[in-house]
Structures are given as structure tokens and as C-alpha cells.
């Protein structure tokens, strides 16, 4: 296919793009508490509109996946794309540092503004009306397009994990994540797990200085933290290793020894740095502070563990978007996610795992949230021929 015809095939209608990208924007689909019904409800419209195939999944409490299917010349083995519904919410300190309203999903000076709009409300456009565009050409791919839009992927990824007991992820090879690179192909993204540890010691008077205090032990703990290192997972290809603490809560009131206290410990993983290692590592440390510190105990609550993942460089999928790319004029470059994404859930069907999408990942879940219009522009057209291609 020369760039000629491939600037003709992928013409888009960008006037759609702008005003469904800012319609979802509108749509404070705030998580927590998890508000993505309306979301959920424009998407079912936009398909059936569109005459796309629209099936809805129930998650919990109302909230809902929304799945859309372009049927293929083959189902045997389909594309997916995939983007979630939810955004963060934005504080009210947050609020007075915005140049517009949050939610307004704004287009001024080359760009998209409000919360979402890089993550991931602009992908989440460019893939929908993208699928659109085939349906309106007359297109069948070789094989089924899946767009599959979850909700809770900003916290504990329920819609995701909810479909892994779906028969029709089986069939799927490829999921294509549309979160914010800049454009830029991520062809390995980081790991991700994450628990709570309960730290027990015994209360005391305030003024006797006395007790087993909790915060006492979990300074120590602390510390043995910034002192452990990964260095087999250091300056590796996609970063380094690292954990830290997130949160921290402990005391009944100023004149009581703690002897209980609630820390929040996160970890982040380069690909082939197990989740479960990190926990083993816990787990040494806590038992030789308990030797050297007798009368307090230490439990480990594991909340999620994500793994990471790296695609071959010789996949077939990277070197297809190379030439769209490049039909398309726009640079190609690879790179990984530091994040981790609905993509991490995923992989546990076995399925292989690009991410690409518009926007910067540096201006997100902040004030003066954007997306370059551009960048909208140019994705739209990458997923249109993906799937053309596929």
C-alpha cells in the first residue's frame, strides 16, 4: 500500500473524533466511588448507532463493561482493543489550580482539556470511531475487532477481571491498550503489586514511655526497606525495580502507645520480577525484626499483584504498525509503560500486549489534564488501519 492511498483509506471524520472525545470528558465518571454508568450508556449508543455488534457485563452495584464487536471474514483468532470508562476524581484544592473546568472538555490552542482526556478519554474516542469508520466504509476484516471498555481501571481493575471468566477472550492473540505514549509503541509495561501490613505491639501510657509502640517497629521496618535493593532488576531495559511506603495509620489518640498501625507498601516491577518475590522479601524482613524485636507480630495482606511483561521485538504486530506508521508519516518509537494497565489482567488469558494511544502520561491525573488534537488525529487513523489490516 503506498502513502497515498493509505492518507485516502484512513480519512476520518475528525469533527466526530473532537465531539465524541469531549462528550465522554463531560461525563464525570469520577472512581472512586465508581460513577461510569453514564459513560457506559453513551458507548452502548454510540455502537448501536453505528450499527456495531454492543454487549454490556455486569461488574458490581450497577457498574458495567460495555464490549463492541465488528464481525470478521474469520473469528478464529480477533484484535482487541481496550480502554476504560473511570477517571480520577479531582480534589478541591486540585480544582483551583485548573485554567478550565475540569469536566468542561474544552479544544483551545491545539488542544482537548478536562480530566480524561489523556487518560484515557481521547484513546477510548480514536479506537471507537475508528471501528465506526470500518463499519461506514463497507470493510470486513480477516478477523473479528473487539473494543473492550472496562470500568475500575484506575483502582483495583474489577472490569477487567471480571471478563477473564469470558469464553470470548479465548480466541483473542493481541490486545491493543489505547493509554496515553505520546504515541509511541510500548512493547513492555511494568509490574505492580501492592498490600497492606498490620503491625501489632502492645499500648502504654503516653507519659510512662512504655508499650510495644507500633510506630517504633515500623520506623525500623522502614528503614530495612531503603536499604534492600533489587540489583539483578536495576538498570535494566525498562527501569529499575523499587518498593516503597504509600500510606501510613496508627493511633487511637495523643495519650495512648499505638500497639496497632495499617501500612500501605507498593511495588514496581520490571517484566520477569515476580510479584511474589517482593512479598518473600517481606516476609525476611519482618521475621528478623520480630527476632531483634521481641513482642510485636507483622501480617502481610496482599491486595492485587499485577505482573509485567515484555513483547518479542520479532513480533509481527510491531513491525505491521511500523509500516502504518510510516505510510501514515509519523515517527515510530518504542518504548515500555512504567504503569501498569487493564493489559497486566489480560495477559493471564495469554494474550500478547501492545500499548499506544494519544496524550502524555506526564500531564495526567493533575491539573490542565490535555490531549494534543493532533495526536486524536493520528491515532484515530493508526487503530482505523490496524484494524483494516489486522
Known amino acids: ?28 465518571s469520577t472512581n472512586p466511588p465508581g460513577l461510569e454508568g453514564a459513560v457506559g450508556k453513551y458507548l452502548i449508543e454510540f455502537f448501536q448507532k453505528g450499527s456495531i455488534e454492543t454487549r454490556s457485563f455486569p461488574v458490581e452495584n450497577g457498574r458495567f463493561d460495555v464490549v463492541a ?38 479544544i483551545h490552542e491545539g488542544f482537548l482539556y478536562g480530566r480524561g482526556s489523556s487518560d484515557m478519554k481521547g484513546g477510548l474516542a480514536s479506537a471507537m470511531v475508528a471501528m465506526e469508520e470500518i463499519v461506514k466504509k463497507g470493510i470486513t476484516p480477516s478477523e473479528d475487532i473487539y473494543l473492550i471498555v472496562t470500568v475500575d481501571e484506575e483502582d483495583s481493575m474489577k472490569g477487567s477481571k471480571a471478563l477473564l471468566k469470558e469464553s470470548f477472550l479465548d480466541t483473542i492473540p493481541l490486545i491493543i491498550v489505547c493509554e496515553p505514549t505520546s504515541l509511541k509503541i510500548c512493547t513492555a509495561g511494568k509490574g505492580r503489586t501492592y498490600a497492606n501490613l498490620k503491625i501489632t505491639g502492645q499500648t502504654g501510657h503516653g507519659s510512662q514511655g512504655k508499650g510495644h509502640n507500633v510506630i517504633d517497629f515500623t ?8 536499604e534492600t535493593t533489587f540489583p539483578e532488576y536495576e538498570n535494566t531495559p525498562y527501569g529499575d525495580s523499587f518498593w516503597q511506603a504509600l500510606s501510613i495509620n496508627a493511633g487511637i489518640e495523643p495519650c495512648v502507645v499505638p500497639d496497632e498501625l495499617n501500612l500501605k507498601v507498593d511495588a514496581r516491577l520490571v ?57 501514515l508519516h509519523i515517527p ?3 518504548t515500555f509503560f512504567a504503569g501498569t494497565t487493564d493489559g497486566s489482567i489480560f495477559q493471564k488469558k495469554g494474550m500478547d500486549c501492545i500499548i499506544l494511544g494519544p496524550g502524555n502520561l506526564g500531564c495526567v491525573h493533575k491539573e490542565n489534564e490535555k490531549v494534543a488534537i493532533q495526536e486524536l488525529i493520528d491515532s484515530c487513523k493508526i487503530y482505523f488501519e490496524i484494524m483494516r489490516q489486522f
Open 332 to 334: 515510530f518509537e518504542t
Open 69 to 106: 464487536r465488528i464481525p470478521g471474514k474469520s473469528s478464529s483468532s480477533p484484535l482487541a482493543f481496550t480502554g476504560h470508562m473511570d477517571v480520577v476524581p479531582v480534589s478541591e484544592k486540585e480544582v483551583t489550580r485548573w485554567n478550565t473546568s475540569p469536566f468542561s472538555g474544552e
Open 271 to 327: 517484566p520477569n520480577h515476580k510479584t511474589e518475590a517482593i512479598w518473600g522479601e517481606m516476609e525476611k524482613l519482618l521475621s528478623q525484626l520480630k527476632i531483634e524485636n521481641p513482642g510485636y507480630e507483622g501480617t502481610i495482606e496482599i491486595i492485587d499483584q499485577r505482573e509485567g511483561w515484555a513483547l518479542p521485538s520479532t513480533a509481527p504486530i510491531i513491525s505491521k504498525v511500523k509500516g502504518i506508521y510510516e505510510n
Open 1 to 28: 500500500m503506498n502513502s497515498e492511498n493509505a492518507t485516502s483509506s484512513s480519512a476520518i471524520d475528525v469533527e466526530k473524533l473532537l465531539k465524541t472525545t469531549s462528550d465522554l470528558v463531560k461525563i464525570k
Open 219 to 226: 520506623r525500623l521496618l522502614l528503614n530495612k526497606m531503603k
